[in-house]
Structure formats: C-alpha cells, structure tokens
C-alpha cells in the first residue's frame, strides 16, 4: 500500500509540475514596459549672444473704432487686459499677455467718405485726424485712442503709429486705395503736407514710431466691381526713400524723439530678392555703402527694416531657408536690425492651416508658436507683431475674438456697440513669448542634440533668452508631437533648480507649475515657457 501511495504521490507531483510550466510564460514572451518617450538634450550656452529684444506687439486694426466706444467698459477692459496686462491671477495664471508695442493705425479719411470711399467693409475704413481744410480734430479715431490710453495705463512701453494711405486729400484719386500702377498714391505736391500730417499726429500721442507705407509690394487697387477691400497704397523703393528723407528732415527740425521704421514688406523674400519689380531687393537698395540715400545716414530713422512673415512659413523647408537668406544680407550689409513687423493666419497654408473659417484651438496656437521661433532664432528679429489684435471675422488672423451679443461671428457688424469677448490659441501662445521676454533681453544659444532647424519645426523647438541685470533666464519650449518630451538642460545652473513653468495647451492657457530643472517633461501639443534664475 505505502509503495503504491508513493507512486501516486509522486506521478501527482510531476502532474502539478507540468501544469505550472506550460502557465509560466518565456523571458521573450513577457509584456513589455510602456516605451518611455524619447527625450530632447538641450545646451544652453548663456555667453553666446545674438539680437537684443525690442518689443512684442500687435495692431489696432480694424476693430477699435468700434470697440473702443463700446459703452461696456468692463468689456473693454477684459480685451485690454488679455492684450496689455501684466498682472497675475491668484493661481499663478498671467492674466494677460503683455504686449510691449502697440500699432495704432493713422486713417486716412475713408470712414467720413462713408459708400463713396468704394471700400466695401465699413470696418475697414478709418477716420482721419486732418480734414480737407487743413484742420486737425483730435476728437478722431476715439476708439482707437481710448486702447493707446488703455496701453499706456497698463505698461505698454512702446506707440507706434502706422500709415495705410495717405490723407484723401493728399492722394491722386482722392481715394485711400490706389488708383494701378506701382507707385505711391500721393500727389506729387503733397509729400511735405503728408510728412507734416505725421510729425503732428506723432507729436500729439507722443508716439516712439512712425510707420509711412505699410506692404508698398502690393497693388491695393480695386477690384472688377470698382471696390476696394481696405485703405492701402502700393509704393517703390524710390518712393519710400523721398518719404524717408522727408520725414527726416521734419522731425530732425523739429528735434522731435520720434523715429521712423520703414519696410513693412509683404514678404520676407522682398528683402533680398525681386529687383525686377522695382519694391524689391530692399535690404540692399536702402542699406548698401552706394545706396543713394542709406538710411543710416538720416537723422531720426531707426536702422531698421520690417517685414511680414506672410506667405513664406511653409513647408519647413521655405520657412527656415527665407529667413537664413534674409539675415545673410542683412549682416552682409552692416546689420541693420529687422522686424517682423505684422503676421497672422492668412489664406491656405500647405493644407495645413487655414485663415478661413474661424480657428482658435492649439493646432493655431502651435503653428502661431512655430514662426515666432523662427523668426527670433533664424532672422534675428529684435520685434515680432502680431496683426489685427481684435477680430470680428469669421476668420483666424486674431488674437482676441468678438462675437455679436447672440454669440454669431458671421454678422460681425451686430458687434459694433456690443458683444461676446473671446481668447485664443494664438493669443496664449503669443503670450508664452510676449509676456515673459521683456525688452532689452538678449537672445542666447541653445543647440539641440543631434537636430537641425528645418527639422526641429516638426519635432521640438527651444529658444533661451537672458536678462543679464537681473540673471533672469526665460526659454521658450514648444513640442509638436504628440507625445510628452522628456527634456535634459546643459550647460547652466539653475538658482534653487527650479523653473516657473506656464504651459499652453489645448486645455491649459498660460498654466503655472513648478517643475526641478533635472525634471522637465513637455506636455504633448504644447508651448512651454521656463522662467528661472541663473547662477
């Protein structure tokens, strides 16, 4: 019995075995660990200086005539607050973006020229401040006026006042579009009166800058039904230097604190190329040793040339091959600054983005993101700004978005007394740069490992920028992918090793943490803005 109770002892045993074996699973066969993300290693070279910054700004077209008379003054100053403010909410959250430049156009008078200006969109008229008899009325342009004012009062550190067309009266067709042709829509009489005109208005708003001609590339003339779009005139090189010397020569007898920023091309590629067209190839016709009138010579003009980052931001190819030959001429040529000086979502971007209709969500904020790096880390811009700050339109070149009081957007003139007041993608993003870089810090380097810029446009991008009174250090993160970036930061030393951190993404705006400098990890989709200390 005891032989036979072993035998079945044992073969019980062996059965057990067996069964515990085939449920075991082989090394090669066990579930692995979630992949960890693949990390970004940045150097931080804090000695390695580039351009100074200047400002961040954005415009006052079309909407403040009429937003700016809006009886609802908690309405305006929730938009002035999101544009200028830099005051902090109680849980960290800026409340606004902090603009440091604000545009204020300076109308030329279609507004009082009413369906006979033959500009369509009401919107996009102005007043102007000098009537047809030589009368100045600074009652004009009051909506406009109470958002310089509301700049001011909130630490804006810079007015800048811009010029579409010249005054109706001044101009060859009595209109504030151009009648064809490429050259300046002015009276050949009328260049003094049209200098004197913004000397004085530069003068009354005590404004840092003047801006004469804005996109002189394009023809602004009206369409096959007789009708304009917006006030605008086209201009040549030749045109924009006689204005140039002869608002020179006003504000120099005036000595006047005022100074003139010319350029405002249409396209970065005009800065170096298209001579043929007579309104191009700038950068050298302006600022070559043989130029006729170098602008370095001129007693209050900035040495300074602005364009638009229209049209030249895709594919990543095109958006960092314009910027590196814009900036190789301009060093070439003495290194005048440059400005990229108005931008917006326009048109259709390589399918990917598109002005219309309306967006606001973080793709915008992203693609937004992407060319203000681009601009800053290829071209060397010292200001970046924005175009219309305030849109009515069913369109997605805006910062802060309005509604009519019914919460439509395809009637924008219901939202001419009141309305729905509405952020965006593109202003949170913009704020990761404009709220935290202030003037006159110095943009140093960052290299990212084994990386290219046309590359990194994809994947992730990192710009750093110091204050060197303070030893403050802001860098600016933005990560494309849709995964979260691990990030190692080298060569610096972090006071306390820690960073504020702001983060913008689909569901956050400006959201602060804390995070160790050892552990830093993007979120997907997402700008990331880093604010610390340096040793």
């Known amino acids: 019995m005891k032989r036979t109770f072993d035998i079945k002892l044992l073969v019980l045993i062996a059965f057990i075995s067996l069964v515990g074996a085939s449920r075991r699973v082989s090394p090669s066969a066990q579930p692995m660990e979630p992949a960890q993300p693949i990390g970004k290693q940045a150097t931080i070279n804090l000695q390695e200086e580039f351009q100074t910054i200047h400002s961040f700004g954005a415009s006052d077209c079309w909407s403040a005539k009429f937003i700016g008379k809006w009886t609802d003054e908690a309405k305006k100053n929730q938009i002035?607050?999101?544009?200028?403010?830099?005051?902090?909410?109680?849980?960290?959250?800026?409340?606004?973006?902090?603009?440091?430049?604000?545009?204020?156009?300076?109308g030329a008078g279609s507004y009082e020229q009413g369906d006979s200006s033959k500009i369509s969109d009401p919107w996009r008229r102005e007043e102007c401040f000098l009537d047809s008899q030589g009368r100045f009325d600074w009652t004009k342009q009051a909506g406009s006026q109470w958002f310089l004012q509301a700049a001011r009062q909130r630490g804006v550190r810079y007015a800048l006042g811009f010029s579409n067309s010249a005054p109706v009266q001044m101009t060859r067709n009595g209109k504030a579009f151009s009648p064809g042709g490429r050259s300046f829509n002015l009276k050949?009489?009328?260049?003094?009166?049209?200098?004197?005109?913004?000397?004085?208005?530069?003068?009354?708003?005590?404004?840092?800058?003047?801006?004469?001609?804005?996109?002189?590339?394009?023809?602004?003339?009206?369409?096959?039904?007789?009708?304009?779009?917006?006030?605008?005139?086209?201009?040549?090189?030749?045109?924009?230097?006689?204005?140039?010397?002869?608002?020179?020569?006003?504000?120099?007898?005036?000595?006047?604190?005022?100074?003139?920023?010319?350029?405002?091309?249409?396209?970065?590629?005009?800065?170096?190329?298209?001579?043929?067209?007579?309104?191009g190839n700038q950068l050298s016709y302006f600022f070559s040793s043989n130029a006729a009138s170098p602008l370095s010579k001129l007693?209050?003009?900035?040495?300074?040339?602005?364009?638009?980052?229209?049209?030249?931001?895709?594919?990543?190819?095109?958006?960092?091959?314009?910027?590196?030959?814009?900036?190789?001429?301009?060093?070439?040529?003495?290194?005048?600054?440059?400005?990229?000086?108005?931008?917006?979502?326009?048109?259709?971007?390589?399918?990917?983005?598109?002005?219309?209709p309306r967006h606001t969500d973080i793709n915008y904020g992203l693609y937004v993101?992407?060319?203000?790096?681009?601009?800053?880390?290829?071209?060397?811009?010292?200001?970046?700004?924005?175009?219309?700050?305030?849109?009515p339109y069913n369109y997605s070149d805006g910062l802060v978005y309005l509604n009519s009081p019914a919460g439509t957007y395809n009637q924008h003139d219901k939202a001419r007394l009141d309305g729905q007041v509405l952020d965006s993608k593109q202003l949170w993003a913009f704020g990761n740069y404009a709220r935290f870089i202030r003037p006159g810090m110095k943009r140093v380097a960052v290299r990212?490992?084994?990386?290219?810029?046309?590359?990194?446009?994809?994947?992730?991008?990192?710009?750093?920028?110091?204050?060197?009174?303070?030893?403050?250090?802001?860098?600016?993160?933005?990560?494309?992918?849709?995964?979260?970036?691990?990030?190692?930061?080298?060569?610096?030393?972090?006071?306390?090793?820690r960073f504020a951190c702001y983060t913008t993404t689909e569901t956050k705006t400006l959201a602060k943490s804390t995070v160790p400098s050892g552990q830093i990890r993007l979120e997907p989709r997402s700008i990331v803005t880093l604010v610390g200390t340096y040793n």
């Not at 970036?485 to 610096?492: E, F, I, N, V």
């Open 369 to 391: 993101a992407k060319v203000i790096h681009n601009d800053l880390t290829i071209a060397n811009v010292t200001s970046w700004q924005w175009w219309l700050a305030i849109n």
């Open 299 to 356: 007693p209050n003009v900035e040495p300074v040339w602005a364009y638009h980052s229209y049209f030249t931001t895709c594919p990543d190819s095109l958006l960092v091959d314009t910027r590196q030959r814009a900036i190789q001429r301009a060093k070439a040529l003495g290194n005048p600054m440059l400005w990229q000086s108005e931008f917006g979502v326009l048109g259709d971007i390589c399918g990917q983005y598109n002005g219309s």
């Open 80 to 106: 002035a607050d999101l544009l200028f403010s830099l005051d902090t909410l109680a849980n960290g959250q800026p409340r606004g973006i902090g603009l440091s430049l604000w545009r204020m156009n300076i």
């Open 188 to 279: 050949p009489t009328a260049l003094a009166p049209f200098a004197d005109f913004l000397v004085k208005v530069a003068d009354h708003f005590k404004l840092d800058y003047l801006s004469p001609i804005n996109e002189p590339q394009w023809d602004w003339t009206a369409g096959k039904n007789g009708r304009a779009g917006q006030e605008g005139s086209p201009a040549e090189n030749t045109d924009i230097a006689a204005v140039a010397r002869m608002l020179s020569t006003k504000l120099a007898a005036q000595r006047a604190k005022t100074r003139v920023v010319l350029g405002e091309a249409g396209q970065l590629n005009f800065l170096y190329d298209k001579v043929e067209s007579g309104r």
């Open 448 to 497: 990212l490992a084994d990386s290219h810029p046309i590359q990194e446009a994809s994947q992730c991008m990192i710009s750093a920028y110091k204050d060197p009174r303070t030893r403050q250090l802001v860098l600016v993160c933005i990560n494309m992918a849709s995964e979260p970036t691990p990030l190692q930061l080298q060569g610096l030393a972090i006071r306390n090793s």
